[in-house]
């Protein structure tokens, strides 16, 4: 084995036995994983909700363990936190090192909550360089399909309870081909968690990860079209995935894409918005214009 793959591999031992170290991790429906990790011609999209500093973590001990013949990974990220002089350094600096030692690439984007009249050009240059990557690992996939992993909410939800989806996440099902590959990850931490790094090897940190269920790409178009006919944007089929994704989370956490709540939802009578009074994120209301309160 060439000496820089036998690197690589120590420094990923190293990361899944920390992990493990201060995680008590459960995964239900396992078998997914071994299933994507077999078929790599297939392009996968894999999508978590976000509610914790763990759950980026969790992402990469997945891949790392349970995919690790899926190399050909893309990762889109805030620009925020690709800053090694911002507010998140030791996250601009993981993502240098994913790059450098795993080949991951990290694509950087602008979620719309951030979006202001100086960065808009930016934000949409950003979104080109995305769908110009994804077009182009998508030419030859059958040679090294990419995996997709991202946080479609864009931001950790400060209750647990699902956020708005991005419209990202539904431009992937207009992207990638039919027979690529669907599957949604739900990461449940103790009610009493923070939205913080919660690692603990003391006490290991409960953690339970439910997957599923896998669907393809052309299941996906012909559910979304069974269940809304006509013509749909990227946002449709957004709200459309997260619906899937919620149905493996309580009701109390099912927020935005709560039955009680679905169907404003598809209509995009939600969105993320920086609240002026305290400078958090907060799920917007356009018909009310005010912020929904933490209870919904």
Not at 168 to 188: A, F, K, N, T, Y
């Amino acid at each position: 084995m060439p000496l820089k793959e036998r690197i690589t591999q120590g420094i990923v031992e190293v990361f899944l036995n920390q992990i493990e170290r201060g995680y008590r991790i459960e995964i239900k429906n396992q078998n997914y994983f071994s299933f994507l990790n077999e078929n790599l011609t297939s392009p996968c999209l894999l999508y978590f909700n976000h509610q914790t500093g763990d759950d980026v973590l969790m992402m990469f001990y997945l891949l790392l363990k349970y995919l690790p013949k899926r190399r050909n990974v893309i990762i889109p990220t805030s620009l925020d936190y690709l800053r090694l002089l911002g507010k998140n350094p030791h996250y601009a600096l993981g993502v240098r090192l994913a790059e450098s030692i795993l080949g991951y690439q990290m694509p950087a984007v602008i979620q719309s909550y951030r979006l202001t009249e100086e960065n808009q050009k930016q934000g949409q240059e950003l979104s080109l360089d995305l769908f110009r990557l994804l077009k182009d690992e998508l030419k030859h996939y059958e040679l090294s399909a990419p995996t997709v992993a991202l946080f479609p909410e864009g931001h950790r939800s400060s209750t647990g309870k699902l956020l708005p989806a991005e419209e990202g996440l539904g431009l992937m099902v207009r992207i990638l081909p039919d027979e690529g590959l669907v599957l949604p990850v739900v990461l449940s931490y103790p009610e009493d968690i923070s939205s913080g790094l919660n690692y603990n090897p003391k006490i290991r940190t409960g953690i339970s990860i439910c997957c599923g269920p896998l669907a393809t790409v052309g299941d996906i178009r012909k559910q979304g079209e069974d269940f809304f006919p006509g013509k749909k944007k990227s946002a449709f089929f957004s709200h459309f995935l997260m619906w899937q994704l919620a149905k493996n989370l309580p009701e109390k956490m099912q927020g935005v894409y709560h039955d009680d709540f679905l169907e404003r939802t598809f209509a995009g009578d939600f969105e993320l918005k920086i609240n002026p009074e305290d400078n958090r994120v907060g799920v917007w209301d356009k018909v009310s214009n005010s912020f929904l309160p933490d209870i919904y």
